[in-house]
């Protein structure tokens, strides 16, 4: 996982902190040990995601070798199909 990953799995991280925190807060729920189990509870989404290998934004990645490959052929020449003449119109 390279830094940038890290950053947006941390900043996800932080906005289910904060949502399920101001959700509790605002019921009225005060006991610091229920605030605690919400942040417990919202690592759950994240973790989900980090592990997931097919998860494009956090989960685990191709290999170096698969995204080089997988260049060279997006920047391969295309060949170009060669126009089609129409014919004239008959008088």
Same mark, same amino acid.
């Given at each position: 996982?390279? *830094?940038?990953?890290?950053?947006?799995? $941390? /900043?996800?991280? +932080?906005?289910?902190?904060? #949502?399920? +925190? $101001?959700?509790?807060?605002?019921?009225?729920? *005060? %006991? &610091?040990? %229920?605030?605690? *189990?919400?942040?417990? /509870?919202?690592?759950? &989404?994240?973790? !989900?995601?980090a !592990?997931?290998?097919?998860?494009?934004?956090f +989960?685990? $990645? &191709? %290999?170096?070798?698969?995204?080089?490959?997988?260049? @060279?052929?997006?920047?391969?020449?295309? @060949?170009? @199909? /060669? #126009?089609?003449?129409?014919?004239? &119109?008959?008088?």
């Amino acid at each position: 996982m390279n *830094t940038e990953q890290l950053k947006a799995l $941390l /900043a996800s991280y +932080g906005r289910s902190v904060l #949502a399920s +925190g $101001l959700a509790l807060y605002m019921a009225g729920v *005060t %006991d &610091p040990k %229920d605030l605690w *189990t919400a942040l417990v /509870a919202a690592i759950a &989404p994240v973790a !989900i995601r980090a !592990i997931n290998p097919n998860d494009k934004a956090f +989960g685990v $990645l &191709p %290999d170096a070798k698969e995204v080089e490959k997988a260049l @060279k052929a997006a920047k391969a020449p295309v @060949k170009k @199909k /060669a #126009a089609v003449k129409k014919a004239a &119109p008959k008088k």
